[in-house]
């Protein structure tokens, strides 16, 4: 039987000497092979090549080490020191000499690196279809898509071959396939994580994000990969509000905006449809208050990504590659990304103004609740109908998660159901920058709510966490005399 | 004699009924046709033009309307409701229905409007030559520039024919002028002052700013033009910490960064070399702590506001006109602006890629310091120099200043002594976003050091707040028990 490859669940086990780190490796190991065909992996490491990191457990103690021993699986746009970054394109391919920070820092606190995750090439694409090694499929039923760009690292916790993942999200990579495999899908503020280390997708744009069954995980996670890195021009220092003690157990009433009916898509997908329903449902009946917000400005915003001149800044990061040789690009890739070059400066800086007046009134909207909460996805695909209109339902794909790092939001991505068919579904809460630990402690809450398992292991999900948040809003005065 | 335009000076004679705000405008009008070789009005107000808000000053309370009588002029790039705004080009002129946000509430607290002033056309410049009507000229010395591109409002205002002025800042607009004028001029943080109804230059980067005569008078006309504007997409709120109350007499060490010899540019003015090297000398002598930083970074952002992709946005500021009827325009307006349709999406992306380097490294250098202190301009040329390399001599005006907004830094120029040749010298103290009240404060002691009179009246500028600031970092905690 797979182990149940929770945070406490491992660490209890290490702690009472059931299982080492090395046993659970060579576990992960043998069940990677059975899953070959989900094509999840474009550098799954050896034996020898994850030595060193098992080796220096045994100067780590686990008391001040949180990820001691807990493997984790890295989106292949992200350096691993030693080990080929290829972003899904071998022409592009570099083998890096150091480990992007937030990898190091993920090592540093004990976690061990299972290998490289196949991805939509050049992240981009939020389906999990547009990779050389053939379409990543679906943890839940092959005949689906996994979502992408993030694919190999959704699938690969879902089926139980890591504790947690690293992916990457610009558009919506970090949440789809959190979606789609019944995962929690963290898309950081931007800045919150470096981004050293990482190959652009929109460089202005792009988080390093998180995958975990639980909201507990991820928050561990999220605690050890975070961190200021002044090598990093986009990075920022996490705000006193926004700290790993912010997370916990949410405590009075919720009030939560959701998009009106008129605005909301499922694109076909009944099934999506009336799944959200009853999460709503089930939310209003647990005394959550529902509250319609204006959906245009998000929408308007989202559709400023791949309509808009930031795939210019896709063009520059395949740049010589795009002009030199083209034809090593996956086409569909390829395609979206080679008119980047043709916007122009005035082009950019009128949809800029736009965007600072959408940005504002997105804002605007989230203050006025707890968070908004919107389908993660409109529709689950199968592979088919994907590779059938591949651009469209791409762009169908991100009609609620295109907006988010253009609009500077944090949001996390959580499982709530599951269809009648078997398929997972899920909802995005979404919030003010640098609102992560607020975000997840309403995770949190929401998780408890909704019980399922981790992935496709059949351990309970339930987060464990109930000590109360800290109050963002207060700070900690004392008074002497 | 003329009269003391200051503040103080005013509320006085107003308080003993030694004169009336009627009588004072009277007085701008008959002085300004003494000086119309001067080049300063583009649009004068007439009596009548002026009665209505004459007529309201009636209905309000000088005890609660701060600027009650106090005459203020107006670049013509911001808009008077009635008045043609123009930017300095007639064929571009439209009649605003609505003042801008700010000019209607420097109205609402008793100011009156004397009239609209020259420009560089379109806020292109920091000469004060590339006007329609004439090179405006230097209040001290007709042979000089005035500097620009808030020519008329600083020559204005040192000639004694207003109180205060609003001018633009978007490459040092509001600082150059301010230097070669002997005037303060505060470039406030972006956003800190809105711009509805401001004919953008740069609508990423313009800010309107204040000419004063000393710190004091500039911190009340900052009191009541600044406020959030939900209808500007670039206004911010104004923090805590920045509040007019944080403006006052400053106590305790100061520690100011300033350029290494190598990095000066004085541009084979001698006086102005020896001015700047005599300020710090006395700034020293008085207990500053002096301290060189580096200024690469800040000279490097200089460069790309006009060899960069931003001269877009003139581009775009100036459609149709620029496409339709070039010939409207100034001539090196028009070769400034005409390349702004060339650049590329990637060119800027690559920009701003570069630029957020540099503004993080702008900033470090600022953090180490309680502000910057740099020579506001390196060179006064006379009007013949300036006509004769146009866009050269332009580019030498900003070298010390065109990195400021780009780097999202707050600023203010400071009068500080006379060359042999009686041309007026200043700094300018540079600090973070948002630092505008620590700025004034330290401007405030700067001044005291430096005592000159207002403009080129013979009244000294000796600001006379002395209540020590409010401590910015600390915030007041109220214990009961």
Redesign the interface.
Known sequence: MTLDMGFDALKNAYANTELTPEQVMADIRQRANSYSDYNIWLHLLSKAEQAPWLDALAQKDPATHPLWGIPFAIKDNIDLAGIPTTAGCEAFAYTPEASAQVVQQLIDAGAIPVGKTALDQFATGLNGTRSTIGPCHNAFNPGYISGGSSSGSAVALALGLCSFSLGTDTAGSGRVPACFNNLIGLKPSRGLLSASGLVPAC??LDCISIFAFNTDDANQALAAAEGFD?SD??SSANPFGNQARHYGKRAGPLTIGIIPQSQLQFFGDDDYQQAYAETLEALASEGVNLVEIDYAPFAEAAKLLYEG?WV??R??ATQPLIDDNPEAIFPVVREIIAP???????????A??RL??LK?ACQAQIASVDCLLTPTAGRLFTIEEMLDKPIKRNSELGYYTNFMNLADLASIAVPTQFTPAGLPFGITLVGQAFSDRALLSIANHIQALFPLNKGTLPYPTKPSNTAPTANPNTID?L?CG
């Open positions: 460089r202005s002044p021009d986009y001149p210019a800044e063009y520059l980047g070059g043709a916007p122009r400066a005035t082009d950019l800086f009128t800029e103004y600072n007046g504002r005065v008074v």
